[in-house]
């Protein structure tokens, strides 16, 4: 029961940390609610239409564990838009993109960036000087298959998921999959 709590704070702690620099980073507010989490011992899928998987690396004592945040392709969209600073219309029109131009891919690349920005950022402060995330790219992933990255089937991932709104674009599933990081020090 206590690693179920821990792993509930740090994920809270992580979707919060997220949506508060994306925030900054494009000006518009990305609210995050009914966060919950679980271990499973394979990947999760994002159900029902294309996602973006931004990969992230995780430094764990000597060894380098993988995870992802996965975001569905019209709201990664339209991140990545506002980053480019585009007007209301052009974001409306990308947002039905069922794949990205060469400009929107490179953005796309930045939001990762930004995201393993975030959790490097909370993982450091959880579990400091010994371990550390960092970017790996981003791909897509069709719908209701699971992202692709380096992991071991059996092995164990802590899945977070939240109910995410970027406003007016409405409420959408955000999931992040990590390794199983040991308890915080006190």
């Not at 060894?63 to 992802?68: D, I, R, S």
């Not at 393993?116 to 993982?123: E, K, L, T």
């Not at 089937?153 to 992040?176: D, K, N, Y």
Request: glycine share 6%; proline share 6%; aromatic share 6%.
């Amino acid at each position: 029961m206590q690693a179920a709590l821990s792993d509930l704070a740090f994920v809270q702690d992580l979707f919060q940390r997220i949506a508060t620099d994306l925030e900054l980073t494009v000006g518009q507010e990305l609210s995050i609610a009914e966060v919950r989490t679980e271990r499973c011992t394979a990947r999760v899928a994002g159900r029902d239409r294309i996602h973006v998987s931004f990969r992230v690396a995780f430094q764990v004592g000597d060894e380098v564990l993988h995870g992802c945040v996965l975001l569905p392709l019209p709201e990664a969209l339209t991140i990545a838009s506002y980053l480019l600073m585009l007007s209301s219309e052009e974001v409306a029109a990308i947002r039905e993109l069922s794949a990205p131009d060469g400009t929107m891919k490179e953005a796309l690349l930045e939001i990762g960036n930004f995201v393993a920005g975030s959790i490097d950022a909370v993982v450091r402060k959880w579990f400091p000087k010994r371990h550390a995330a960092n970017a790996e790219g981003c791909q897509g992933v069709r719908p209701n298959v699971r992202p692709a990255f380096p992991f071991r089937e059996g092995s164990e991932l802590v899945v977070g998921r939240a109910r995410a709104c970027l406003e007016p674009f409405g409420e959408f599933e955000l999931i992040v999959m990590l390794p199983p990081l040991e308890p915080p020090l006190e």
